[in-house]
């Protein structure tokens, strides 16, 4: 994956550059600040961009803004220290893949830029849920007729869908689970024809509107 690092301290872009490096991502481009970013998309076409939040000139929102108008198929993923709900919200909604913080470990910090690679949008621990949460709250209340379809899920599907609502990847709902990432992939694919859904985005929106994202697993 040819990657696109965007952030103003250099120390850490460093430090973010041998670390991609050493696990066989490609660093294509570094920028200072969102107008610099938005130059170098346009010359080296990344497959990702891993963009800070605060920085001067042009911040990571609108410098994901102004990316996304041009090249709205880009894959741009928040790399920030800011754990606001404000920030993640806004980042979402000015077309970022997804959120990811600066706190995180090297190894679940590369398990989830490998996750990116096979459609799973990067989130950093519970703000799959709290993200789910807000679009649920600009929903309507969930009717008998909305509840209806998880009927027919079989009790390790019910499983699966829990804790993909909850954030988990499928490397992690597999280890908690016990089972291999294909057989998880398997029971979402069987959830997807079930509920009648298209993508594991609308899969998590759907068990947040339903509260499947608080459920305890038993």
């Known amino acids: 994956m040819r990657v696109l690092l965007v952030d103003d301290h250099n120390l850490f872009l460093e430090s973010l550059q041998n670390l991609l490096t050493a696990h066989d991502f490609q660093v294509v481009g570094t920028a200072a600040d969102g107008f610099v970013a938005l130059a170098q998309a346009r010359t080296l076409h990344p497959d990702l961009i891993l963009m800070d939040l605060a920085m001067p000139r042009c911040d990571g929102l609108a410098a994901t803004r102004l990316i996304k108008a041009e090249m709205p198929e880009m894959q741009i993923v928040m790399l920030t220290a800011s754990e606001a709900d404000a920030h993640l919200f806004e980042a979402i909604k000015s077309g970022a893949t997804g959120y990811l913080l600066k706190s995180l470990r090297a190894p679940e910090f590369i398990q989830r830029l490998h996750a990116l690679e096979q459609g799973e949008p990067p989130l950093s621990p519970g703000f799959a849920a709290k993200l789910m949460r807000e679009l649920a709250r600009h929903s309507e209340t969930p009717t008998a007729t909305d509840r209806a379809p998880t009927k027919s899920l079989s009790a390790r599907q019910t499983q ?16 908690a689970l016990h089972l291999s990432e294909a057989t998880v992939r398997y029971h979402m694919a069987e959830i997807l024809e079930r509920l009648h859904l298209d993508n594991r985005a609308q899969v998590i929106a759907y068990a947040a509107r339903l ?6 697993q038993t």
Do not use: E, F
């Open 211 to 216: 509260g499947w994202d608080r459920r305890v």
């Open 160 to 175: 699966v869908l829990t804790l993909v609502a909850q954030g988990q990847t499928y490397a992690q709902v597999a280890q």
